[in-house]
Each structure stands twice: as C-alpha cells, then as structure tokens.
C-alpha cells in the first residue's frame, strides 16, 4: 500500500471512528433528554400524588375537627386537637388514630360500661348529719356521679415518703390469707420488686389468690418477658392493660391505666402516688430525693377498692368475675359518724369526669386554706383563675411543686403556670430537695384526698386513676397536715416572678396551647 492509499485508510477510519462517536453521543444525549422527560412526568405525577395525598390529610382533619367539636372532649382539649388539625393535618390525623381516637375508645368504652353495669353492688348509703355542710357535699357529689359510697366504720394511716408506705406494705402482705390484689402504672425490677415477689410467691404457695395488673405500656415494656414466665408459672396471675400493638393501641396512645392500688384480704387497702419501682424509695437517685404519698386503709371501705380491682382485672383479662365473693363485710355500719372515707376511681369513659371534679370542689368549698401537693401543674385557665380568686378572697392558698424535673416541657410550663399566681397571693413553693411525687389535697382541717391523680388533664380526662376522700375526724387529716408543714419548711418560697421577653412569652403561649396533649 503506498503512503498515499495509507493516508487515505487513515482518513476513512477517522471518519468512522467520529461518525461512531456523534452517533453515540446522539444516542447518549437522547437518552439524556428521555430521563428528564420521565423524571418530569414521574414527578409531576409524584407531585400530584402528595398534593392529593395532602388534600386528603387535609379533608380528614376538617371531619375530624368537626368530630372533636361535637365530641364529650373538654374545652382545652377540643381547642388544641382543632388546631392541630386543622394546621398540621398529616402529623394531626396520624396521631389522632395512632392515640386510639377512632377505634379503641369506644370499644373500651362499651366494655366498661358493661362490667360497671353487672358489678354495680352498693346500695346507696345516708350521708352522716355530723359531717359539715361541705363534707356532705363532696360525699353527696362523689356518691351520686359513681358508684363508690362513703364509709363511716373505717379507718386510714397516711405515709409521707415511700420508703414508709412500702415498709408497711411488705408488712401487711406478710399477713394476707386468702388474697392479693395489685393494680400498678409502673412494675419495675429491682430491689423493691424483688421484695415484694418474694413475699408474693411465699404466698401463692400457701394458696393466697395472687392477682396483678401492670399497664401494658408503662409496666410491660420494662419488665423482662423471662421474669414474666417464671412469676406465672409460679402461681401468680400477673397480666397487662391495653397490651401495645401499634394499631391497635400504639405507644403514643392517651388511654393508661395510672392507677396505684394493693388490697389484701378485702379488709386492707392502699392507695397512692409511688410506683413499685426502686426509685420511688429513693434506692436510686437520679432528681435528687423522691418524695411520694401513700395511705392504708382498713375496713368496709376497701370494698371499693376490691371493686375497682375487678373490674380492671375483668376487662383486662376478660375472665367473668364473681364479685360478690370478694366483699368484705365486718364491721357494723355508723350511721351518723363524725369522719367518712370515700375511695373512689375515675376513668376516659366516664362523662362527669370524678378525679377532677374532687379536686375542683375542694377548690371551690375552701374558706381557710387549700394546700397542694402534686408533681405536674398542667391545668386550664379556669382552676388558675379559681385559686387566684381563692387567694384574694383571703383564703391561704399554697402549691407545692418539684424543684428537680423529670420532664423538662413539662416541668417548664408548671412552673410558669404556678408563677402566674404569685402575684394574686398564692404561695408557690420548690420542694428544693429533689423531685415532689404526691399527689395529696388539703382544706381547713376537715378534708383531704390522696392518690395517683395529678393536676393534669391526662388524669383528669384520659388515665384510669384512684384516689380516698377523707374528712371530719379522721386522725389522718392531721399527720397529712404535718406533712405539708415539715414540707414547706422543706422547700423553697417563690417570691418574685422576673417579666419575660417576647420571645419566652410566645413560647409558653405555644406550650399553653398543645398542654392538653402533655
């Protein structure tokens, strides 16, 4: 081949060679071009997917907010979930369903209804003529919205720490006989929980009916599923309320079984604020010194504990239960005695909502004196603007709250619901030595109630919660009046409230909003 030809060849593969490339290139930049036509389309149709998906967020928020308005929610609440639908609608419905809202409420609901229907067993009682006016108010009030009575021939003990409670409980366990009954928010291993199942499976070898309710979310997900099996196969009957499955009854949902209850025998009762956990013993630490409140209750008026039992021991384990068979009755009834003990339990299904209304009377029946004790303060404007008018009406108002938090949002809105107060008289004071636990209303020497009800709207419209009213002349009245005084030297007096900038006062405006959700 001669140069010329092998120039020419060299020439023609060039050519080729480029006529390959632009055809490749081509190919290239239209398969370029087709995957921005896809992915336009794609995302177009993507996009007006999410935009009806938003829109249909959207539309089920405005039902929803129409099914809240006309719902049996309360005011505070009614405001919140309406805005919250209406503005964040696709978190908003979420949460309403995974909260239960739709679906587990009212079959719970119609459950209960049922179980209080078949174990309605006390007659109601004559509300004694030497209690005052407004002991018999409160009696008539309590006797007439549930079915819980007062009893005149029973005595209390209070418990100012939880150390004292449970030294009295391990005791008294140690003395049961035919039956134990625990319904509990929190069962948490460990040393206290050691102590008690010891003398528990002690028990159910003597044949003791040993029976115990943990709330499936607050006990379930904290007690190991191995200790679980060995305390069953033991003997002792031990089962969760609303077990959680996440769409059945999620994690986030509202409705807990907060209630804190021990009956032994059906004579002796307990309830209170402590959980069984180490803690509540101060056995470990972690906000400084935990003070809690408990109270003993001996005689006929455990009935109503044994029944509160039952009936949560019913729904959970839906076992039919002979009631009657567990009725205590000893003591000769006193119809006209000069102190009275009403243990009474509240719960979501209820529409006069009792946990409440208690605390709410006692606020509103005061002439002297109204102290508090409770963990959270995260209540509606009304109960502020109630003890405010108490306090300047001259009637020594005085709320006792944590100084160390356990939730700080909501330790941060307590404390500034409680300081909105200060300047309408009533006394605010930081239990400074760590983190206040009780839950005990006081008033003018006559009257007081303990619990697991805090000043919340959880247990005021959400929880299932228990607590004892006592009054006249029940020597209790004045160990509990001791223990505010000892406490309140205890703590710190909260004298000036600093005026915050805009910008902090916006934000507890936004806490005040979504409190109902707390």
Known sequence: MTQVEKIKSQATEKGTKAKKAYKTSFKLLLTFLLDIVILIVLGRFLFSIFVWLVAAFYFAGIILSIRVAVGEKNYDSKIT???????????????YFMGGELASKPIRSLRMKKIYDKSNLFEKVKVSENLSARVKQDCNYIQNTTSYIPYYNSSCEYFKTGE??????????????????????ILKEGKLADAVFEI???????????????DGLGSFGIFKSSNLRKLRSLGIRIIP???????????????RNHRKIIVIDGHTGYVCGANLADEYINAKTKFG?????????????????????????EYSSKEEVDYEKFIYTKEPVIENSDS??????????????????????????????????TPYFIVGKDLIDMLKKKARSGVDVRLLIPCTPDKSFVFSLTLENAKSMINSGVKVYRYTPGFLHSKVFYSDDECAVVGSVNLDFRSFYQQYEVAAYIAGKQKALETIKADFETTFEQS???????????????????????APLM
């Open 164 to 185: 004292e409670f449970y030294d009295d409980v391990l005791l008294k366990l140690k003395t049961a006989e035919k039956f134990i009954f625990i319904d509990f928010f």
């Open 492 to 514: 710190e007096l909260i004298t000036t409230t600093k005026k915050r900038n805009i910008f902090i006062r916006i934000w507890y405006a936004f806490l005040r909003l979504f």
């Open 340 to 373: 009275v003990i009403i243990p009474y339990a509240g719960g979501p299904e209820q529409q006069l909502k009792i946990c409440k209304d208690v605390y709410y009377n006692i606020v509103s029946n005061a002439k002297e004196k109204i102290y508090i004790m």
């Open 241 to 255: 309320f609303e077990r959680i499955a996440f769409f059945r009854n999620s994690v986030l949902a509202n409705y």
């Open 289 to 313: 010194l935990w003070k809690d409140a408990g109270m003993r209750i001996d005689g006929d008026a455990v009935n109503s504990l044994t029944l509160t039992f039952l009936r949560m021991w």
């Open 81 to 95: 979930w309406i805005i919250f639908l209406l503005t964040l609608a696709p978190l908003a419905v979420v949460l």
């Open 200 to 214: 528990l499976i002690e028990k159910v070898k003597a044949k003791v009916d040993v029976r115990i309710v943990g």
